[in-house]
């Protein structure tokens, strides 16, 4: 049996990433009030946890965009990891669900200049 293994990622430390991440089937969950103010709480709560800027933020009904700058040492996968369980757990919490709330890999690229606007796409 072959197995594929995913291409490990690789960050530049210091550097800013456009992260992306979705909810599973698309689920509009930020469309609403809960959903849309749950996320902040939880990036606030992981930036008590890890080392990093979060230069800008952009909620969606489906999902979210990061503007994030790891800082010295951090590990951009283990941030986000924490950041997508915890919201997860928040929603299930408050709505009584045990649905998986996010979908699957999320999207990373480096900013090569953030100070500078950039096109997203």
């Not at 698309?26 to 902040?40: Q, Y």
């Not at 709560?45 to 990093?52: I, L, P, S």
């Not at 045990?98 to 690229?109: C, K, M, N, P």
Request: hydrophobic share 35%; glycine share 6%.
């Amino acid at each position: 049996m072959n197995v594929l293994m995913r291409k490990k990622r690789e960050f530049t430390e210091g550097a800013a990433h456009h992260v992306t991440s979705r909810t599973n089937d698309k689920k509009r969950v930020f469309e609403c009030n809960v959903g849309w103010k749950t996320m902040p709480l939880v990036l606030e709560d992981a930036r008590e946890k890890f080392a990093f800027r979060l230069a800008n933020f952009c909620i969606m009904p489906t999902h979210i965009h990061l503007l994030i700058i790891p800082g010295e040492g951090e590990n951009l996968s283990r941030i986000m990891q924490w950041i997508k369980t915890h919201s997860a757990k928040r929603w299930n919490r408050i709505y009584g669900s045990t649905d998986r709330l996010r979908g699957e890999r999320r999207f990373a690229r480096r900013i090569p200049h953030p100070a500078r606007p950039f096109r997203a796409g």
